[in-house]
């Protein structure tokens, strides 16, 4: 396979999010890394988020559940890899099942007062990230998700 060949493959099956808060680093990795904050933001509009536990460290792992504005529950459990405040942070997002549908890393970039936060999500294969992408939602969702988290963190700062 060549260099252009790995790179298209990898880029079909990656999401990538950026967005830049006008709020510091320090309070913007705190705002998604503990569960009073997390609870207020996290997830897409209309959803909601109860955290059953939440260990953000590396071996540690975030069992959830996002509640639906429709009622539907989605049980979600996420393992750490590495947790380098307040720069980094890589996982394993999965459901409860136990079975790990997609890599993500996060960044946490400051530029001055402000943050950019870059989130990359590395599926298995493209088709199983087309399939969030078309079943979940899954790019607006993260949209609107950082978008709940400028709102919450901008307030706080």
Do not use: C
Not at 1 to 24: C, G, H, K, W, Y
């Amino acid at each position: 396979m060549s260099l252009n060949a790995a790179r298209n493959d990898d880029e079909a099956r990656t999401i990538v999010q950026t967005r830049v808060f006008n709020a510091p680093r320090e309070l913007v990795f705190e705002a998604w890394t503990t569960p009073e904050h997390v609870a207020q933001w996290f997830g897409p509009e209309g959803f909601t988020t109860t955290t059953h536990a939440m260990d953000v460290r590396a071996g540690g792992e975030w069992r959830f559940i996002m509640h639906g504005p429709d009622g539907t529950d989605y049980p979600n459990h996420i393992w750490y890899d590495e947790v380098t405040p307040p720069e980094r942070m890589a996982y394993r997002h999965g459901g409860d099942d136990g079975i790990v549908s997609f890599s993500v890393t996060v960044t946490f970039e400051e530029i001055g007062a402000q943050t950019r936060l870059t989130m990359i999500s590395l599926f298995p294969t493209a088709e199983a990230r087309d399939f969030v992408v078309e079943k979940y939602g899954a790019i607006e969702g993260g949209r609107q998700t950082l978008a709940r988290l400028a709102q919450y963190v901008e307030k706080q700062s």
